[in-house]
């Protein structure tokens, strides 16, 4: 791994732990700031929602800019985001911050994946592009049980605080390390007509319905095992911790999976996702079977993630980075949908004993739209095939 890339890398950290530890720490936010665990829950809402119409409107705003100034300035507007979170007094401020941190994800991610590509030499792009998942690997693994583990024993705020130091560093790091590579010279609007085609808007709402049960049982996993299942809050930053070492052998596996037939890995994965939802509410009530429950959603979480965003890289093929910065919108539009749908169903009287149910049937809609896209290629005149077009195209896992 070039030593070029640790700058990416840490600052793909920063934002991944900035975007996912509010999960690991809602039980503490509802308290210290006095609103309802479904109102906590909305801090994902609100940054997946941000995400889903800041990107796009970002990425066409910055199409122009030359790369290395560009990932400076969304890296100085994410960390006052994380700043403002910090020092945040009340609810309303937090959702400020968490906005201003989330306007600049989307675009922040894709010019990371094509910076790495360029950085490295003929015949490495592809491995360079992957290197940059270690980044939201460690934030599973490290980011979020440290915001656990900050939440219960300091203060919630530390872990923004700390994030905000560490994008610095990266802010220093890219500046000396990172190439300055000329903005790409196709346009946005050229990019954009990809996004004509039906296959393209098909498989996006297969990553936004996977997604939302994703992270309809990762916003409350942490309320569902301590307050369903009764597991002590001591353990919970352990179990994440474990949930994060899964996530890594997930993606690996997720990623063979999707080499060997992307339509075939993405039906099978998505499935295989709502059948351990369906386990997580029968293991729920029990302390040592729902934490074994979670790490195992964790695998089949980031098994299934490679394949949903090398489909939708390679219908959009001809469209990079508005394509990458799509597809995170993507998850982040299902990011909101599962984190607002699970609130609904903690405030239906049902609690969290349900989540996990919401979840299977999110994923399993997902998987259900997959099996209509491959039946209605299969009766369209012959075309290049997505695994055909996958060999070309750079996968970035989420």
Known sequence: MSFRLIALILAIFCVGTAELSPSGMLDDLSSDLTVSLATA???VTVYALTMVVGGPLVTTLTTRVRRKPLLVALLA?????????????DFYVLVAGRILTAVVHG??????VVT???????????????????GINLATVLGVP??????????????????AVLAAVSVVLVVAWVPDTPAPQVTAAHEARVFRRPEVWGTVAVTVLCSGGMFALITFMVPLMTGVGGLARDWVPAVLLAYGVASIVGSLLGGRFADRGIDRAVVSLSWGLAAVCVLVWLLAPHPVG?????????????????????????????APTLSLTANMSAFGMGAALGSWAGGLLVESGSGTRVVPLGAAALTAAGALLLLGLRFTARRSPAGPSPDALAESVPVTKR
Request: charged share 10%.
């Open 77 to 89: 507007v994410f960390i006052c985001g994380n700043v403002l979170c910090a020092l945040a007094p």
């Open 116 to 134: 790495a590509g360029a950085m490295s030499g003929p015949g490495k792009e592809g491995a360079a592009v992957a290197a940059t998942q270690l």
């Open 41 to 43: 829950g909305l801090l």
């Open 146 to 163: 440290m915001g656990s583990f900050l939440a219960q024993h300091y203060d919630w705020r530390a872990s923004f605080a700390i994030v």
């Open 107 to 112: 675009t922040f991610m894709a010019v990371c």
């Open 290 to 318: 729902v934490a074994l429950a979670i790490v195992l959603f964790s695998l089949a979480t980031f098994a299934l993630i490679p394949g949903l965003q090398t489909k939708v890289l390679t219908e959009a093929a001809d």
